[in-house]
Nanobody, 120 residues
Framework: QVQLVESGGGLVQPGGSLRLSCVAS????????MAWYRQAPGKQRELVAA???????NYADSVKGRFTISRDNAKNTVYLQMNSLAPEDTAVYYC??????????????WGQGTQVTVSS
């Protein structure tokens, strides 16, 4: 079993910045890809950014140039640096991780979510 714990959400003014963190813990062999998703009220959950264990990244078009995903494999942690935040970035942000068990099976895990609100 793997637990993902997010932190760093909050209220920020338009144009401001926030940094989200997500730590993976539990019984696993390795963490493969990690990602951040978000879900705004009345909308479907969408991919924000993803990063492979080797550092390859991809971003939603709406956040390119403003958000940066990174990870520390030694700490099993993924980060999302969010700059130039806009009201449309308001959502619950979820951490996602693909974890390989000791028996070499891969499973998908989700964090509990952290609220990001961009408002003046």
């Amino acid at each position: 079993q793997v637990q993902l714990v997010e932190s760093g959400g909050g209220l920020v003014q338009p144009g401001g910045s926030l940094r989200l963190s997500c730590v993976a813990s539990g019984d696993f062999f390795r963490i493969n890809a990690m990602a951040w998703y978000r879900q705004a009220p009345g909308k479907q959950r969408e991919l924000v950014a993803a990063i492979t264990s080797g550092g390859g990244t991809n971003y939603a078009d709406s956040v390119k140039g403003r958000f940066t995903i990174s990870r520390d494999n030694a700490k099993n942690t993924v980060y999302l640096q969010m700059n130039s935040l806009a009201p449309e970035d308001t959502a619950v942000y979820y951490c996602n991780a693909a974890a390989v068990s000791r028996w070499r099976n891969e499973y998908d895990y989700w964090g509990q979510g952290t609220q990001v609100t961009v408002s003046s």
